[in-house]
């Protein structure tokens, strides 16, 4: 069984971030009032249940910035989000997926990008 903990987080992220670790979301609120104007709470899932890949595939991220190229890099994490599915903001797209390789990503991440464009009107 996974456990959260709450991290609570204090300093300028140029400067580099320091945090401290609670059991609870009380225990994190509590120190609030100690940090400073960037301080936040974050959640972290201490074991998560990691994905299992399909038979050859590793994760990667496709990466397009529209008008600019796109490129595709092997992902070390796995987030909340479904492999597969597509984020964009500001023409910017973000597909993290399962691929044999580098080519494999970008065309599977080109495609995803195509018809994520194509069901919402945007021209490509």
């Known amino acids: 069984m996974s456990k959260t903990i709450y991290i609570l987080t204090h300093g300028h992220p140029d400067s580099g971030l320091r945090a401290v670790a609670f059991s609870t979301r009380e225990g994190a609120e509590a120190a609030v009032p100690f940090g400073d104007e960037y301080s936040e709470i974050m959640e972290l899932v201490l074991d998560p249940v990691l994905p299992v890949a ?20 092997p992902c070390s994490y796995f987030d909340d989000a479904s492999p ?3 984020s964009c903001e500001d023409g910017f797209y973000l597909v993290d997926l399962w691929a044999r390789d580098k080519g494999h990503a970008l065309e599977e991440g080109r495609w995803r990008m195509e018809a994520f464009m194509k069901m919402n009107g945007e021209p490509a």
Do not use: I, L, T
Request: charged share 15%.
């Open 54 to 73: 399909p038979e050859g595939h590793s994760f990667w991220r496709y990466c397009n910035d529209v008008g600019q190229g796109e490129w595709a890099s």
């Open 84 to 86: 597969g599915q597509v």
